[in-house]
Structures are given as structure tokens and as C-alpha cells.
């Protein structure tokens, strides 16, 4: 095997847990997320040779990975119409048997393209002005959006988990 594709495969598998965790929020179905995974590293091989060490190597991995998926996300929904899935709708409780991962999951599939970007690099220890360069907005930006989403976040599960208690 050549070294460049050596070095690219060495790359991929230190690092597909970034991917990973990105088709994971995107996208529920196993096939789906196998799918959008290929999709992303034929991209990342794509570019591989301009990629100039700017950033980090994982930071480039996730804005890629991130506009693939957001760029399969739009024609998709081109193609069916859908509604998004509003928590009230889910069975949150039998999420919750099956573990906070899976809460988790449906919490974050559950949000807006740009928000659930967010949320996504923030749960994985991304700083804000990091987060931002990813995504190519603002930091204060960052930090609205995800003081926004907390705020909708806790306003879900208080009616969610919230029972008044009878006297």
C-alpha cells in the first residue's frame, strides 16, 4: 500500500469515533449511519491531499464529516417530505430504561441541523471558539445557541419528568 494511503487509513481508523459519533445523531438506523459513514470518508480521501494542517487533523475530520452529512440531510429532505420529532412524541420513558446513551441520542436527533452541530462538538469537549471554527459562525453565536438549547432542553424534560405531587 502506498504511504499517503497508509497514512489515510492510519487517520481514519484513530479517528472514527468523531465520525462515528456524528452519523449517530444524524441518522437512527444502522444502515443509514453505514451509509453516511462511506459517504464521509470518500469525501475525506477526496480532499485528503488538500488538506494544508490549518487546524487539527480532527477538526478538519469533523467539518467535513459535519458538511457531508448536512449536505445528505438537505437532499434528503428534497426528496420526502418529513416532520421533525418533537420529544412529546417519544417514549422517553422506555428510552430511559434503556440508559442515558440512548436519552441522549434521541435528545440530540431531536434538534435543529445547526443546534444538533453544536451540541455534538460541544458533548465532545470542544471549546466555543473551536466550535466556531468548525462551524464557521461567531463564538457568541456558539454560546447563544447553546444557552438556548439548554433552556428548551430542561423546559422538555420538566414536562417530561415533572409529575405535581397530589395532596
Not at 14 to 26: K, T
Not at 131 to 136: C, E, K, P, T, V
Request: glycine share 4%.
Amino acid at each position: 500500500m502506498e504511504p499517503q494511503k497508509r497514512n489515510f487509513v492510519r487517520i481514519i481508523e484513530s479517528n472514527q469515533g468523531i465520525i462515528r459519533s456524528l452519523c449517530s445523531a444524524y441518522y437512527s438506523s444502522h444502515e443509514d449511519r453505514r451509509d453516511v459513514f462511506q459517504d464521509i470518508v470518500i469525501q475525506l480521501w477526496k480532499s485528503f491531499e488538500t488538506f494544508r494542517g490549518d487546524s487539527k487533523i480532527s477538526t478538519w475530520i469533523y467539518k467535513v464529516s459535519l458538511n457531508t452529512i448536512l449536505a445528505k440531510v438537505r437532499k434528503e429532505k428534497r426528496k420526502i417530505p418529513t416532520e421533525p420529532i418533537g420529544c412529546s412524541e417519544l417514549s422517553l420513558s422506555h428510552a430511559m430504561a434503556d440508559g442515558d446513551i440512548e436519552l441522549l441520542n434521541i435528545v440530540i436527533q431531536s434538534l435543529k441541523g445547526l443546534d444538533k452541530a453544536i451540541v455534538i462538538l460541544y458533548l465532545e469537549g470542544h471549546k466555543n471558539k473551536e466550535i466556531s471554527q468548525i462551524l464557521n459562525i461567531t463564538a457568541t453565536n456558539v454560546s447563544t445557541r447553546l444557552s438556548r438549547v439548554k433552556a428548551e432542553l430542561k423546559a422538555k424534560f420538566k414536562n417530561q419528568y415533572y409529575e405535581p405531587k397530589q395532596p
